[in-house]
């Protein structure tokens, strides 16, 4: 698993106090590269993260890595970057010659996808295409090692389950087109020009680091709120919709891991069961001590609370999908028998984490404003 023919002590040894590795991370400020940076600094890599310029403050995930030194503050560096930006791409790539690169930056949200589909194509998929000819124009093919997120919405419409690395893909909106592309983009350059390059399929993963626009952080909060007395209900969109949902830490820890390996490849990282999104509510409301109970139907659905008869869910058509991805479940065998990699954090175990993380936070948030 490890690098030429060295021992695992020897590896650790390599890393922590010989000749440090260098890994580089797109979408350092994202759930799953704060996740990764941590890891890597916990492992002895020096991490190079990419940051873009915004108005306000967007490194809130990685502060506390940045900020201590004992943790990461000396090797942990930060650029200003942009995956649209193929000079700048360049540039870093002479300047760290890494020999890991994890790319995580995308427009990563589904829905908002329809909304700027070129923008969105432009940095996940073309995005994906200058950071590998960048690699390949630096003349860094033999030393560095890429990782590209590719994901569960490539498989789309249901085409068999469970889904494995061989499951036909059926791209259902411009982000999930637009991995697709990168998909492939990365197996081209692996065949074409020996690149070390490998691709994830991670299916949904979550934590309490998840932005707040995703399902089942928008849920967790919801419900904190709710406890709290600072909001009446939820308002959703499909909770038909079923996904396969593990937790954050234990995927990035998987994809340090395909990178380790001697020979690129691509694989599925999920826990081969799935839930709706009516039952992340059900089991989130548990959480707070509140039982709901559906009623009605479409449009008209609503969940109430069975001790009160009050309202806590209501469906809005605003955030329904122009095409949906119905139902993903995914088979991480091939992850198991190669890797070693397999989740341990179940759905149940997941939403109470984000729930008690909520609820922690939001209390922190009415005492420090008080
Ligand atoms: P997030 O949305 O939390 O983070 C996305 C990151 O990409 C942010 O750091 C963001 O920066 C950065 N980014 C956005 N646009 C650009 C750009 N033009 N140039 C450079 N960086 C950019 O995503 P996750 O951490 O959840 O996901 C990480 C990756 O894994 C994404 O590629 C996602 O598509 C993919 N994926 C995620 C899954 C999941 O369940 N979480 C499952 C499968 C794949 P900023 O903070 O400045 O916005
Ligand atoms: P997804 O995640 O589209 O699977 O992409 P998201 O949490 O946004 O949606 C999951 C499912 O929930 C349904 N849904 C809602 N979704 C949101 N965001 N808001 C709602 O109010 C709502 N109501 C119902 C959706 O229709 C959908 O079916 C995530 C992203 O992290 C991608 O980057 C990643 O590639 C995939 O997971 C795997």
Request: hydrophobic residues 35%; glycine residues 8%.
């Amino acid at each position: 698993m490890f690098r030429g023919s060295q021992t695992f002590e020897e590896e650790i040894l390599n890393q922590k106090f010989l000749k440090m590795k260098k890994a580089l991370i797109s979408g350092i400020t994202g759930q799953d590269g704060s996740y990764l940076a941590e890891q890597l600094l916990e492992k002895g890599y020096e991490v190079h993260g990419m940051i873009r310029r915004a108005s306000s403050f967007n490194t809130s995930r990685i502060d506390h890595l940045h900020d201590d030194p004992n943790v990461g503050g000396q090797s942990l560096f930060l650029h200003y970057s942009d995956l649209t930006d193929s000079s700048n791409l360049n540039r870093l790539l002479e300047k760290i010659e890494p020999d890991e690169i994890y790319n995580l930056g995308a427009q990563s949200h589904v829905q908002v996808s329809f909304e700027v589909p070129e923008y969105t194509v432009d940095v996940d998929g073309v995005g994906t295409l200058r950071f590998l000819d960048a690699i390949k124009e630096a003349g860094l093919k033999d030393k560095t090692r890429f990782y590209q997120a590719s994901t569960s919405e490539l498989y789309g419409k249901v085409q068999e389950i469970p889904q494995t690395e061989t499951t036909p893909f059926y791209p259902r909106s411009p982000y999930a087109v637009a991995k697709q592309y990168a998909y492939w983009m990365v197996v081209n350059y692996r065949e074409s020009y020996d690149l070390h390059a490998s691709n994830g399929i991670l299916f949904n993963h979550e934590s309490p680091r998840r932005g707040g626009t995703f399902v089942t952080r928008k849920i967790t909060q919801a419900v904190a709120r709710i406890k709290l007395g600072l909001q009446e209900k939820l308002t959703m969109g499909n909770i038909d919709a079923k996904r396969d949902w593990g937790y954050a830490p234990e995927y990035t820890e998987g994809m340090w891991r395909i990178l380790q390996q001697d020979e690129p490849d691509d694989y599925v990282l999920a826990t081969n069961r799935t839930t709706t999104v009516r039952d992340f509510i059900t089991m989130s409301f548990k959480n707070i001590g509140v039982e709901i109970a559906y009623q009605g139907e479409g449009v008209n659905e609503t969940a109430i609370d069975t001790a009160t008869g009050k309202v806590v869910m209501e469906i809005n058509p605003r955030y329904f999908r122009p095409a949906e991805v119905e139902l993903l479940i995914g088979d991480p065998a091939k992850a198991k028998e190669k890797l070693g990699w397999e989740p341990t954090t179940h759905v149940e175990e997941l939403c109470r984490i984000m729930v008690e993380a909520d609820l922690a936070e939001i209390s922190k948030g009415i005492v420090g404003s008080a």
